[in-house]
């Protein structure tokens, strides 16, 4: 193989890569977006942030991605709250959010 060969790979896993994390992500916000609703807090800045990720087992035993996202929330729009997403795969595993202060 020549270089080209291989630079075309690599380009072509990260594309692969990229396009797989923007469609977690977006399930990941939607998530949130539904779970802060049901709480009947505020999801602030319409999104999630990536954290970190690393490989872990699902449940059929296949190594996957496990993607850790953040999202902010307000429950009286004077402070922000912390949420947390984890998508094992493009399945969600939990949601979790502070303790906040009702209003």
């Known amino acids: 193989m020549n270089d080209s060969v291989i630079a ?6 990260l594309a692969w890569f990229w ?5 977690v992500a977006e399930r ?4 949130a977006r539904t779970y802060c609703a049901n709480a009947g ?32 929330f307000a429950s009286d729009m004077q402070q922000r709250y912390r949420g947390e997403v984890i ?6 595993e939990s949601i979790k959010m502070d303790v906040f202060r009702a209003s």
């Open 41 to 72: 807090v505020s999801f602030l800045n319409d999104t999630v942030f990536w954290q970190k990720i690393r490989l872990k087992r699902n449940r059929q035993g296949r190594i996957v991605l496990q993607r850790f996202y953040r999202f902010e």
């Open 87 to 92: 998508m094992l795969g493009k399945q969600i």
């Open 8 to 13: 075309c790979l690599i380009l072509l896993v």
């Open 19 to 23: 396009w797989e994390s923007r469609g």
């Open 28 to 31: 990941a916000t939607n998530a």
